[in-house]
């Protein structure tokens, strides 16, 4: 039994997916009272909202981390940290570690406390920042990378951990047809890149083949 497999992280679990599943109304709450400045898609980037993975994409994840025994684990934007949690759990079981990243403090509190309370904080560091910085120092090699910040930053932050990727690292893209990912995408499809990449749902998975 895994680390995933924890009482008390399962139940973390299912409660931050239940709050994140309020998104939807949060954000409809949100347009109603077109408070903020905001509009539309951009409200989204509020503090307030999860943007959290499934399940089953956490799953997912739990499961290609340890299948490919990660050892060095990366993520691009913890959120509240759901993802985190799923990632921790295989870093975890692996003996690696993982080193996540946020650039809002409201949401790099509640992912660090939710990694307390998994009793996961051994096996994950967070940054607190902007990734393109706080990821500059990461040593590699990187095994598995999890891009789930903001779509149009898939690209740099690909690229900044690129050199430092072990041979057969593996990356995932949430939400990947977003059209600002589009520059990520067309690079991990071209063969050039050195990378064979399938769809999974909204994940594009890419191992470095090369
Ligand atoms: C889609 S959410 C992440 C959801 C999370 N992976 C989960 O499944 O629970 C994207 C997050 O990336 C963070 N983010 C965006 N740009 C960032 C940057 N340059 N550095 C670090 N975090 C960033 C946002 O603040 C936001 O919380």
């Known amino acids: ?33 077109g ?6 898609y951009e409200i989204l980037r509020l503090s307030e909202f999860y943007l959290a993975i499934s399940p089953q994409e956490g ?8 299948a490919s025994k990660a050892h060095r684990l990366v993520e691009f934007g913890a959120s509240f940290g759901i993802s985190t949690l799923y990632l921790a759990a295989a870093a975890a079981d692996n003996g690696g570690h993982l080193f996540t990243t946020e650039v809002q403090p409201e949401k790099c509190a509640a992912a660090r406390a939710h990694l307390k309370r998994a009793s996961l904080t051994d096996h994950a560091t967070l940054l607190e ?13 990187v095994d598995f990378l999890l891009l789930d910040g903001w779509k149009g930053m898939y690209l740099s932050v690909f690229e900044l ?14 939400n990947w047809s977003h059209d600002g990912a589009a520059d990520y995408v067309a690079h991990v499809l071209d063969s050039r890149s050195g990378f064979t990449t399938r769809m ?11």
């Open 59 to 66: 799953e997912l994840l739990y499961l290609l981390a340890r």
């Open 35 to 40: 408070s903020d400045t905001d509009s539309g």
């Open 129 to 141: 920042g902007d990734a393109r910085e706080t990821l500059k120092g990461i040593d590699g090699p």
């Open 1 to 33: 039994m895994g680390a995933l497999a924890d009482d008390n992280l399962q139940k973390l679990l299912r409660e931050l997916h239940e709050k994140a599943s309020g998104d939807q109304a949060r954000w409809a709450d949100r347009e109603a009272r």
């Open 200 to 210: 999974i749902n909204y994940m594009g998975i890419s191992c470095f083949t090369d």
């Open 161 to 174: 951990l690129r050199p430092k990727m072990a041979k057969s690292a593996l990356v995932a893209a949430d």
